[in-house]
């Protein structure tokens, strides 16, 4: 067996790690959006939801990609024994540059720009904090990046606990205190929250230091090969903000097409976002912090022109990521109404769980063959993918969600995720070089997790646990069936060892 330069054992540690904080934030995310929801109803929330993301939208074109870039070109300097200080500094320049011009246009022009909007008119203030936010998320990203690239991955992970907190704080204490006597408006409470996150947990990343390389040490790369490497990956994100953009705001609009008022409209948008996404992203948290490790791991291995290390990396991510994916559509199909009501929602948003339990699989394949591409270097070709997905995307959208309702943004998330995740899969393929077991990556989870559920309902009948309460009845099934799920791939891993070089377990 080919032995891989990049030591894998660290990046499995590494994923463990993150996943617990992220588990907790994603847990804490979800009451937060249940009590907002609960306090300004489903339609701010529906608002709120839209002002996140074209802000995350404008920190993406202001901030150049900054921890994707950040994280990928320090650890290539670090894998070819390089100056990946002075490669921080570039990637912090070119952030710091872009996002500071930006602020300086926006807190300029402000009072016109709301003008032509008088219904923004009193949010002059808001707009200013906002748009004083940007420099501190763009270094913010940039220090998160510098972490992942010298796989100090526990300090991003306290910095973005330290950045929730402080952000939900805010929100709670406005919402509970302030926005319902009309003292201060919701976009200004946004851009307080989000100044004070971000700004808490920059500031955290200023403290610990890292190694220091010698004066003798010299840099791979100039700041202007730099950017040429850079802007392919800042077009990237930014074209991927720029579509998810536009897709959220065209689902109230499209909402609005099929019969719905604007409030119900909004309503729905606020509850699909506060708490079915959320649910389905819930569990994928394990994927996202595996696909942010992938890109400076498969960095390192490229940059060592180790072949059969990334082709072992990537079977090892498909496998668990199909295995872990199914389990999760088994339990949304099974729990859909039960998860829907245990926060907050009604009969409607178990059943769009439901429905959209099939997607699972494509959404958390997406997030981890991202991360494989982000490492190989294959930036253009997920610009034009993503490009292509959100046409798909849009497409039925605008199509579907007039005629159906609110089953065409399933129908949207399903194509898309399809069309897309094929074609993702066959180019990394391509470019892995790698033969996939597909015994392994499918047939054995499949075969595991059909003998999980069966087991798990039969012990569960013989126990007379239907006398149960749906949720303690919900936690008992998901323990037993993962429990045992787990326990019967690695019988089966035991038993069936993979013997090649290309595709290590």
Excluded at 321 to 345: D, E, P
Excluded at 367 to 378: A, F, P, Q, S, Y
Excluded at 402 to 429: M, W
Aim: with cysteine; proline share 5%; charged share 10%.
């Amino acid at each position: 067996m080919a032995k891989c330069a990049v030591n894998q054992q660290p990046m499995s540690k590494d994923a463990a790690f993150l996943s617990l904080f992220s588990i907790g934030l994603q847990w804490f995310g979800l009451l937060l959006n249940v009590f907002l929801t609960k306090r300004l109803g489903a339609a701010s929330v529906g608002v709120l939801t839209l002002m996140n993301s074209f802000y995350g939208l404008a920190c993406v074109l202001t901030g150049g990609s900054g921890f994707i870039a950040t994280s990928r070109f320090v650890s290539e300097e670090i894998g070819a024994d390089g100056n990946p200080r002075k490669v921080f500094g570039y990637a912090l320049r070119f952030c710091l540059v872009l996002s500071c011009s930006a602020c300086i246009v926006i807190c300029i022009f402000t009072p016109q720009l709301m003008g032509l909007l008088p219904d923004l008119g009193s949010n002059v203030l808001a707009v200013r904090l906002l748009s004083l936010s940007l420099p501190i998320s763009a270094f913010y990203a940039c220090c998160k990046g510098r972490c992942y690239g010298y796989q100090r991955v526990y300090l991003p992970a306290i910095a973005e606990c330290i950045e929730f907190l402080i952000r939900a704080l805010i929100l709670a204490f406005c919402t509970a205190f302030l926005i319902p006597g009309g003292k201060i408006s919701l976009l200004t409470a946004f851009a307080f929250a989000m100044l004070g996150g971000q700004g808490t947990a920059a500031i955290f990343l200023c403290i610990p230091k890292m190694p220091v390389p010698s004066e003798e040490t010299t840099c791979r790369i100039r700041f202007s090969q730099f950017i040429r490497l850079i802007l392919p990956i800042t077009f990237n994100a930014c074209l991927v903000s720029l579509l998810s953009s536009a897709n959220d705001a065209l689902v109230p609009l499209t909402l609005l097409q099929s019969g719905s008022s604007t409030e119900a409209a909004l309503a729905q948008f606020g509850e699909f976002e506060a708490i079915i996404l959320p649910a389905l992203f819930f569990p994928s948290v394990v994927q996202c912090c595996l696909s942010g490790l992938l890109v400076p791991t498969l960095s390192r291995a490229r940059t060592a022109k180790d072949t059969s290390c990334i082709q072992s990396i990537t079977q090892r991510v498909l496998e668990q990521t199909t295995a872990f994916s199914l389990f999760v559509v088994l339990i949304f199909a099974l729990f859909g109404h039960t998860i829907g009501s245990f926060l907050g929602g009604d009969a409607f948003a178990g059943n769009i769980l439901r429905f959209m339990a099939p997607v699972v699989p494509f959404i958390y394949l997406e997030i981890v063959l991202e991360g494989i591409l982000r490492g190989l270097g294959k930036q253009n070709f997920s610009s034009v993918n993503y490009l292509a997905e959100y046409m798909v995307r849009i497409s039925v959208l605008l199509i579907c969600v007039p005629l159906f309702g609110f089953f065409g943004i399933v129908a949207s998330y399903l194509a898309c995720n399809l069309t897309g995740n094929a074609v993702r899969l066959f180019f990394v393929l391509r470019a892995t070089g790698l033969r996939p077991n597909w015994k392994r990556i499918l047939l054995r989870p499949t075969f595991a997790l059909l003998l999980s559920w069966q087991c798990s309902a039969l012990l569960l009948f013989l126990l007379r646990a239907s006398k149960l309460s749906p949720p303690f009845y919900f936690v008992l099934f998901c323990l037993i069936c993962g429990g045992l799920n787990v326990f019967l791939l690695r019988v089966m891993e035991q038993m069936s060892p993979i013997r090649s070089s290309k595709a290590v377990i």
